[in-house]
């Protein structure tokens, strides 16, 4: 997800000089319209994938289940960016939310935030297993019998939510809604360099007549704290690890499918595929290769932004910060974070042929559903064995 300590739409203060008005209607636009317009297509494309992944008979079960709990994690990812990027800029920047939800708003937010980070990390980890998932059953036939099982998965999922969760719960002792009257008037440092993280996120709101804002809780402003678990912990365990087991993944898929051609075409002289199952299988893994270049492409903005800011932060006088520009570059880094939890309905109807089929008869579109391989095959081989048993005539010479 986008990064927390510079993200505009989490804690950057609209009093900040740095917040031009320019930057106040780039992101007025980007995250009320765009984003908010991502959101809405995006989780009806994902909820149409549950249901039309769960519909193809001809994927491998584990592929189709884990396909389907990815689209889960892009669906509870939009729906926090909703709160923590639309709702947000609309109650910052508007007057558009009734009375009673502004007033109520700091208590929203400072869960708002963690969720979608929950919600990211379920999703990274996710296309890990499935990449991974997918490379035993490609690379690893032998061995998929013992580890592509649906139980297995059915774990690694459970597993990768419980990691997502533990991982992401000291965000949610991070802030706390106090009374005005007895949040701090200084804004606190997180560390004694000019941090971008130096100005404490704080939202004042009237809740039952009293004042109330959000600020930083003291484990928040420790210096070891953003050091040891914001920065080391987030490019182990969120980059390093699930970017290099990607890389390897997919580079041996994308050798295996080359191989695969260049038998096929060695055996069937390359007048045609020798196996509907084994073209079947073939695409599966080109749409999931294209799903991990997609995903990788727009979660590196982000990357180098956090990384930019570590390297400010351990080396303030040999890494320049320009903030102004590195604002305008996060509001494109959360809204590509977005579009990556929308693209993938688009990538599997571009690419799947059956997929497409299955959608139209699903939205009641196609009079019938798509036969599956084995079922052509079985039509094709009948018709065959008619051609073959069919009485010929013969000339009679005389």
């Not at 005005?180 to 404490?200: I, L, M």
């Not at 910060?321 to 693209?343: E, G």
Request: glycine content about 4%; hydrophobic content about 45%; some cysteine.
């Amino acid at each position: 997800m986008g990064s927390e300590a510079f993200s505009t739409s989490e804690s950057t203060d609209y009093n900040d000089p740095h917040v031009t008005d320019s930057l106040k209607g780039v992101r007025y636009v980007i995250e009320i319209y765009v984003v908010g317009t991502l959101c809405a297509l995006g989780i009806a494309g994902n909820l149409l994938s549950i249901v039309v992944l769960g519909r193809d008979n001809t994927m491998r079960r584990t592929t189709g289940f884990l396909l389907q709990m990815l689209a889960v994690a892009d669906v509870v990812y939009l729906v926090a960016c909703v709160f923590y990027q639309t709702l947000k800029c609309i109650e910052q920047q508007t007057d558009w939310l009734p009375e009673f939800v502004r007033r109520r708003w700091p208590y929203v937010e400072v869960y708002a935030w963690p969720a979608a980070s929950v919600a990211q990390t379920a999703t990274v980890w996710m296309v890990v297993v499935l990449t991974a998932d997918r490379y035993i059953a490609i690379c690893k036939p032998l061995h998929a019998v013992q580890y592509s099982t649906m139980s297995r998965v059915r774990k690694a999922v459970a597993g990768v939510w419980i990691f997502a969760v533990v991982y992401n719960l000291p965000r949610y002792f991070e802030r706390v809604v106090v009374s005005a009257n007895s949040a701090s008037t200084q804004p606190p440092n997180v560390t004694t360099t000019s941090s971008p993280e130096a100005t404490s996120p704080r939202t004042a709101a009237a809740v039952d007549s009293q004042r109330v804002v959000y600020q930083w809780t003291a484990m928040r402003e420790s210096a070891v704290y953003v050091l040891v678990y914001k920065t080391c912990f987030f490019f182990v365990l969120r980059f390093f690890i699930p970017f290099a087991a990607l890389a390897f993944f997919n580079q041996r898929l994308i050798r295996a499918m080359r191989e695969s051609s260049r038998l096929r075409e060695q055996v069937t002289g390359g007048l045609g595929s020798a196996s509907s199952c084994g073209h079947k299988e073939r695409q599966h893994t080109r749409i999931l290769v294209v799903v991990v270049v997609v995903f990788v492409i727009c979660e590196l903005p982000d990357l180098i932004l956090r990384a930019w800011m570590a390297l400010h932060q351990n080396a303030p006088t040999h890494v320049a910060f320009p903030r102004a520009q590195l604002l305008y570059v996060n509001v494109a880094s959360n809204l590509l974070l977005t579009l990556n939890s929308c693209i993938n309905f688009v990538i599997y109807c571009l690419m799947g042929r059956r997929f497409r089929a299955i959608l139209l008869h699903t939205l009641g579109c196609g009079s019938q559903m798509p036969p599956t391989p084995s079922v052509r095959l079985f039509h094709h081989r009948t018709l065959l064995s008619s051609e073959k048993n069919r009485p010929t005539s013969r000339r009679v010479t005389v």
